[in-house]
């Protein structure tokens, strides 16, 4: 399955701009991606720092024959970012529920899911923060960058096609482990 990208300078929100994709073309898979966003959002409503230079992306897909619930998608998103993380540090890399990914006890990325209604299909979006190249200043939660992590320039556009690989690669996979799981 391949991922159409829609790649923007700026947005308000790439999960936003997704679902405003969906709801003008016939786009059923995609992944929208911007050099900065301002109004990057986070779980319950918590904004999403956005420094130019880490990744913002949104994966979206028709959920027509996947019938896993949200909280076993949030899982299997999680290990396919921790999954493109091994590429760059080979250390450990934990999965604090319920979105988020920690290197050194310190926040690297987070995800935002949304299951959205659109013209009577259902979609799933994956909003997905990466810290590359800096790292947020948020009290009483300590985060880090790819950068940082290595003491290398990592790019953004090589962690992005990772990414874009990555996704595709496992979304055949998906439906292969729906079916186990409803059987």
Request: charged share 30%; with cysteine.
């Amino acid at each position: 399955m391949k991922f159409k990208k829609f790649k923007f300078k700026k947005v308000k929100s790439t999960n936003n701009t997704a679902i405003r994709i969906i709801k003008s073309s016939n786009s059923k898979y995609g992944m929208v991606i911007s050099d900065t966003q301002t109004m990057g959002r986070g779980q319950y409503g918590k904004k999403w720092i956005s420094h130019k230079g880490n990744l913002f992306v949104s994966f979206f897909y028709e959920l027509k024959n996947i019938k896993l619930s949200l909280p076993r998608l949030t899982i299997i998103n999680c290990l396919l970012i921790k999954k493109l993380l091994k590429n760059y540090y080979k250390k450990k890399i934990v999965f604090k529920k319920p979105n988020d990914l920690l290197i050194q006890k310190k926040k690297i990325s987070g995800i935002l899911q949304e299951i959205v209604t659109i013209f009577g299909d259902k979609f799933l979006i994956v909003g997905i923060g990466i810290n590359i190249k800096k790292s947020p200043k948020i009290r009483n939660y300590p985060t880090t960058s790819l950068d940082e992590l290595t003491s290398k320039s990592i790019s953004k556009r090589h962690v992005e096609n990772k990414l874009k690989l990555i996704f595709e690669r496992n979304f055949l996979k998906m439906y292969k482990l729906n079916k186990k799981f409803n059987k």
